[in-house]
């Protein structure tokens, strides 16, 4: 069974940064793209930021593109979002997901093919 336990989340003002990790075991983690979504109150949850196996291709949701950075260290088997700039819009809950299909490059930000989720950690930027 894999497991995905996100941290890093908290409050901080705009313009601030936060950088989340996601930990992951009970797969082989350096097969799968990781992806970052978030879920803002009464919001549907949508997709930030995917990166593939090796980490060698990356894909943002325009609204945090040269804000955010995805990147991945598969010996730690750990995946993190940088977030720089942060605006009182990005204030939600933010989930990583594990792709159901190894060594899929680019990265893709459909979410029916994430089959494994974290517990998801709130970030609140105040304005």
């Known amino acids: 069974q894999v497991q995905l336990v996100e941290s890093g989340g908290g409050l901080v003002q705009a313009g601030g940064s936060l950088r989340l990790s996601c930990a992951a075991s009970?797969?082989?983690?350096?097969?799968?793209?990781m992806a970052w979504f978030r879920q803002a109150p009464g919001k549907e949850r949508e997709f930030v930021a995917a990166i593939n196996w090796n980490g060698g291709s990356t894909y943002y949701a325009d609204s945090v593109k040269g804000r955010f950075t995805i990147s991945r260290n598969n010996p730690k088997g750990t995946v993190y979002l940088q977030m720089n700039s942060l605006k009182p819009e990005d204030t939600a809950v933010y989930y990583c997901?594990?792709?159901?299909?190894?060594?899929?490059?680019?990265?893709?930000?459909?979410?029916?093919?994430?089959?494994?989720w974290g517990q998801g950690t709130q970030v609140t930027v105040s304005s």
């Open positions: 009970g797969r082989t983690f350096s097969r799968y793209a």
């Open positions: 997901a594990a792709d159901r299909a190894p060594f899929r490059t680019p990265p893709i930000s459909t979410m029916n093919e994430y089959d494994y």
